[in-house]
């Protein structure tokens, strides 16, 4: 069975630090994976999203980047964090039988 | 562009049905999902609807009419359980899929 993975669970970081999340699945080859940013009380927020290694499309311009090294690796970076990227971060990657979107458990970010 | 609407909340009773409607605006989708989210917890998928019609899995069905730019879920025999948040979410395509801002369901015994 597919298994996502999402670390870490939860991350407090100072406003200009760096970040790195990670996000790997398992079970499943040549996913389309996805980033995802909710935060408090609203809906999910598409950042990224990638169809292949080395394959990203940004659907938001702002100070984050997304990488895909392997397969099934998803990562997330910032090289300056800034106090509005707070945020519940989800990783997610698509089944091929209809349009469900499989979360991981998500990193819970808050940039002090 | 594309966007989506659903109630911000919606309170019912345990044992009771309740529905949950989404509308949308768009030049062209695939179709129409629901997830349901816990509090703290990752988004679950409910249902898809591709086509007109009523889809039924357990005690939750989705409709989707596409002339009305218009779908909903519908809850039944309410339990407590059932209190979370709900999304209705377009696949648009292009590998895409833009979410609603959710519906917040409390079931109250």
């Known amino acids: 069975s597919q298994t996502i993975h999402q670390w870490p669970a939860t991350l407090v970081q100072p406003v200009g630090s760096p970040l790195s999340l990670e996000c790997t699945v398992e079970?499943?080859?040549?996913?389309?994976l996805y980033w995802y940013r909710q935060a408090a009380g609203r809906g999910l927020q598409l950042l990224f999203y990638s169809v292949g290694i080395g394959q990203i499309s940004s659907e938001v311009p702002q100070n984050l980047s997304a990488s895909r090294p392997q397969d099934r690796q998803f990562i997330l970076s910032s090289k300056k964090l800034l106090l509005s990227d707070s945020g519940f971060y989800l990783c997610?990657?698509?089944?091929?039988?209809?349009?469900?979107?499989?979360f991981g458990p998500g990193t819970r970010l808050t940039v002090l | 562009g594309q966007s989506l609407e659903q109630p911000s909340e919606v309170t019912a009773v345990e044992g009771a049905i309740v529905q949950i409607n989404c509308t949308y605006q768009t030049s062209g989708f695939y179709g129409l999902s629901w997830y349901q989210q816990h509090d703290g917890g990752a988004p679950t998928f409910l249902s898809y609807n591709a086509l007109d019609g009523l889809e039924e899995t357990g005690r939750f069905s989705s409709f989707l009419s596409r002339s009305d730019s218009y779908g909903y879920l519908l809850l039944q025999e309410l339990q407590m359980k059932d209190s979370a948040s709900y999304f209705c979410a377009l696949n648009t395509g292009g590998f895409k899929t833009i979410f609603g801002a959710g519906t917040r369901l409390f079931v109250k015994a």
């Open positions: 079970g499943t080859s040549n996913p389309n």
């Open positions: 997610a990657w698509v089944g091929t039988e209809v349009d469900e979107q499989f």
